[in-house]
């Protein structure tokens, strides 16, 4: 069974400092498909990042970027210039690439933004 | 932006009573999902569905709860005698290819069950 991790429950940095979530998981599956979800205060679930594991380039979306090393089975995330709006909490997680296969969370770190 | 609408954003139910959430999934959407998230906890799948049935279901998914589709656009959540721990935050889903693009999910905002 697959497994994610997040193992910082809860972080803070300054505005406009960069910050970086860590992540790992557990899978045999040699392809699959990793995310970033935001949650900010309001509880809805947000896309922040996809990531194909059979792609090596990591993928970016403007401030966010993940650092996915596909042997090591990480998967962080990297806010840059960080904004009071970022403020929230994000959970890494794991699916595979099945038909209607389901999206496995790690428990989420909080990311608190200070002014 | 099309978005994934859920009602109520928030239902407050006696322990023992019916209730019934309610998600309008992006229509041209083909899979349908339910995850929830008690408080301080991380997402837990509850079930998807595809071509009117379920596709899949997690241990927490028992006799208690049913999903159907009534009318092609609507997708409910049941929970036939509702407990204490039933007390969650409840998300909706859709996707349009389910996992086969790893496109991932819409959600969205949520139904907040208090059960008393």
């Known amino acids: 069974a697959q497994t994610v991790t997040q193992s910082q429950p809860e972080m803070s940095v300054q505005e406009a400092e960069t910050v970086t979530l860590s992540c790992t998981y557990d899978?045999?599956?040699?392809?699959?498909?990793l995310f970033w979800y935001k949650q900010p205060p309001s509880r809805q679930m947000i896309l922040v990042i996809r990531?194909?594991?059979?792609?090596?380039q990591n993928a970016t979306e403007n401030r966010f970027s993940v650092n996915f090393q596909k042997a090591a089975k990480s998967f962080s995330l990297k806010i840059s210039d960080s904004q009071l709006g970022d403020t929230a909490m994000y959970f890494c997680?794991?699916?595979?690439?099945?038909?209607?296969?389901?999206?496995?969370f790690g428990k989420g770190t909080r990311l608190h933004i200070l002014p | 932006e099309p978005e994934v609408t859920q009602t109520p954003s928030h239902q407050v139910t006696q322990m023992g009573q019916e209730v019934i959430l309610r998600c309008v999934p992006i229509?041209?959407?083909?899979?349908f999902y339910w995850y929830r998230q008690i408080l301080g906890q991380k997402v837990e799948f509850l079930v998807s569905?595809?071509?009117?049935?379920?596709s899949e279901k997690s241990e927490i998914f028992d006799d208690q709860f049913s999903v159907e589709r009534p009318d092609g656009s609507n997708f409910t959540l049941k929970i036939r005698s509702t407990k204490l721990e039933d007390s969650a935050m409840y998300f909706c889903?859709?996707?349009?290819?389910?996992?086969?693009w790893g496109v991932g999910y819409t959600f969205g905002s949520g139904t907040r069950l208090t059960v008393v």
């Open positions: 889903a859709s996707s349009p290819q389910g996992a086969l």
């Open positions: 899978t045999s599956e040699n392809n699959y498909y």
């Open positions: 997680a794991f699916m595979k690439p099945n038909r209607d296969d389901k999206i496995i």
């Open positions: 990531q194909e594991a059979y792609k090596q």
């Open positions: 569905f595809y071509n009117n049935e379920i």
């Open positions: 229509s041209n959407h083909l899979y």
